[in-house]
């Protein structure tokens, strides 16, 4: 059920429960399996924050993904892939329930936040985004001065702050901006370059301490040196977040993943719709170099998608 | 080889051959006349230069009455003298603050009521409305904007004030006052400002509400802090021409504010505005480059400074606050 929907995975103990693998967490991290695109020895099975269990999501009628079930793991960097319409970035956008804001979108399934779930009723769409934070594709800063775009987010959910300067500057720092930028803090954020302004964006959601930062191809509007400090970026951040990103770039995810998830989309029967789903979950480093499926293995040799 | 700057065409293979004669393949000159192109061009320009000519024609037409205007009277006794009699012989007086009174009254009323209730809608269609309920909504507010304001005015004198402020409300208000005026004034000038806001703050981008909901922000605040300071340029000028269109608005005031020049002090008194003036004056009866007929032209002047003040002044405030994106 972890590793993966539609292929019987190699690993021994693929069935083990979420509660399970909590436990996993609690004890020394083994060394199990290869590290990812980092030098990083990774368990088995992640720790997990977030965990998908045969979610389905639909938009109106249309059926966009289909049982979907992953589980995220706290501190990693956990990367989709999957060719255009797989559905990847529709997953990622019900994990804080931004989904919510695309009218007709609904999910089916279960998705749980350290064990609660986030559809739930009693579950406040607020609450799961003040702690699952997301970057968007394009860099979306607030036309207001760096600054604020910072102290924005604190603002607005009425975090208790002792100092609004030192979260501002932390934040950025966190972000790898704060050179940069400190000595035009009032200045628009308009100003900045794209690579700026998308580590704006990321600083702008660090500062509201969120447990999870979501990414959908954070790196697509940018040159390969703002990627590259992005990535860098993601590099750092793990130690602090647990990171969900969703890439076109197979490179990318090859490079910071510590766990990939392949996606495809495959015409459903009768309608001719092309649905998501999940092909292959495990270890970035498995995934690239000797992945179960056969359609993982196409995919990332260029025969297809 | 020389090229000129003329286009002549460099020597290049074959000699050009006129048109007609032999089509020259690599030939850079112009292949026709394109006269159309010129009387298309001529035409727009015209119509640009129309309306500033029509404007600068207006102005001078104001401004020449209302020179030999202040000839008479000063701009002192004008713009602060608390006596409007112009047509009262042997005690005429000049001075206009009555009248500007009776404007601010009715456009202060107007703008209590159309402020918070076009923003209201404007806010509420853009941001929570689903769409089903703003196609309906939207046309239904247009209409108000395409009722003629005599109708309005109508409105004020028979329902509004006899019905609505002295019945319902237990109002001690005549026939004709400020207050009648000004609400229906106000009623009337929603549209614009509901109708441009909603504009404004639907074209601010989807990605800088995402962006705020994503840090878990309410809709609220997403509205208040993020769509709204962005739309602030628009929202700034619907409400200056809803203003303009209360400043300058005649018939409404004419019918329902009533016809006794003096200075107001309070909402429930009986006013004649600027524009009001004029259309109780300007009848045909007063004679080119007497006093009174000049005195049209003086007060028409003012009302067309004070909104032209106000249009500068607004695009300096909405420069400076606005957060575009």
């Known amino acids: 059920m972890i590793s993966t929907t539609t292929t019987a995975d190699d690993a021994p103990d693929a069935s083990t429960s979420a509660s399970d693998s909590s436990s996993v967490a609690a004890a020394p991290r083994p060394q199990v399996g290869a590290s990812g695109g980092t030098d990083r020895y990774l368990p088995e099975h992640p720790t997990p924050v977030i965990e998908c269990e045969n979610v389905d999501i639909y938009y109106g009628a249309f059926r966009a993904v289909h049982d979907v079930s992953l589980v995220y793991g706290r501190h990693e960097i956990t990367a989709m892939i999957g060719p255009s319409g797989c559905g990847k970035s529709t997953v990622l956008r019900s994990l804080n329930r931004m989904n919510d804001l695309i009218p007709g979108a609904r999910v089916t399934g279960k998705i749980s936040y350290h064990g609660q779930d986030m559809y739930g009723s009693g579950v406040d769409p607020i609450e799961v985004r003040r702690r699952i934070g997301m970057v968007f594709q394009k860099p979306n800063p607030f036309p207001k001065s760096i600054y604020d775009n910072i102290a924005y987010g604190p603002r607005v959910t009425g975090m208790k702050v002792d100092s609004m300067d030192d979260l501002v500057e932390e934040a950025l720092r966190a972000a790898a901006l704060w050179d940069e930028v400190k000595d035009k803090l009032k200045q628009s954020a308009y100003g900045l370059s794209g690579g700026q302004q998308q580590r704006l964006c990321i600083a702008r959601t660090i500062a509201v301490r969120p447990e999870v930062i979501l990414m959908d191809e954070p790196c697509s509007a940018l040159d390969p040196i703002a990627t590259a400090r992005i990535e860098d970026l993601m590099e750092d951040l793990r130690k602090d977040f647990t990171i969900i990103i969703v890439t076109h770039n197979m490179q990318q995810a090859a490079r910071v993943a510590d766990r990939t998830a392949f996606f495809t989309a495959q015409a459903a029967e009768g309608t001719g719709d092309r649905t998501g789903q999940l092909v292959e979950f495990d270890l970035t480093s498995k995934i690239f170099s000797n992945p179960a499926d056969r359609r993982t293995e196409d995919y990332i040799s260029g025969r297809f998608g | ?325």
């Open chain 2, 1 to 325: 080889m020389t090229i000129t700057a003329d286009g002549g065409s460099p020597a290049v293979g074959t000699p050009r051959s006129k048109r007609g004669g032999g089509f020259d393949p690599t030939s850079l000159r112009r292949q026709s006349p394109r006269h159309g192109e010129r009387v298309v061009m001529g035409v727009l320009i015209a119509a640009a230069l129309l309306s500033v000519l029509v404007t600068v024609g207006i102005v001078l037409s104001l401004l020449l009455p209302a020179i030999s205007f202040f000839r008479e009277v000063s701009f002192g006794e004008f713009l602060f003298g608390t006596r409007w009699s112009p047509r009262f012989s042997g005690q005429e007086s000049y001075g206009v603050l009555p009248l500007i009174t009776g404007t601010a009254w009715t456009t202060l009323i107007a703008l209590v009521i159309a402020i918070p209730f076009g923003l209201g809608a404007a806010i509420y269609l853009s941001e929570y409305a689903p769409s089903r309920v703003r196609k309906v909504l939207k046309p239904v507010l247009e209409v108000l904007a395409g009722i003629p304001s005599v109708v309005y005015g109508f409105f004020a004198l028979t329902f509004v004030a006899p019905v609505i402020l002295n019945d319902l409300l237990g109002l001690d208000v005549g026939t004709f006052s400020v207050l009648s005026a000004g609400l229906v004034l106000g009623i009337m000038i929603i549209p614009t400002v509901a109708s441009l806001s909603e504009d404004a703050m639907s074209a601010v981008p989807d990605a800088l509400r995402h962006g705020s909901m994503a840090l878990g922000a309410n809709k609220m605040r997403t509205t208040l802090r993020v769509v709204f300071p962005a739309a602030v340029s628009g929202i700034a000028a619907s409400i200056v021409l809803a203003l303009s269109r209360a400043v300058g608005e005649t018939m409404i005031v004419a019918l329902a504010a009533g016809t006794q020049a003096r200075m107001v002090g309070g909402p429930t008194e009986v006013g004649q505005t600027m524009t009001g003036f004029i259309a109780q004056t300007a009848t045909g009866e007063s004679t080119p480059g007497t006093l009174s007929y000049n005195t049209l032209f003086a007060v028409g002047l003012l009302l067309f400074v004070i909104t032209f003040v106000i249009n500068m002044i607004s695009i300096r405030l909405v420069r400076k606050f606005r957060e575009a994106y």
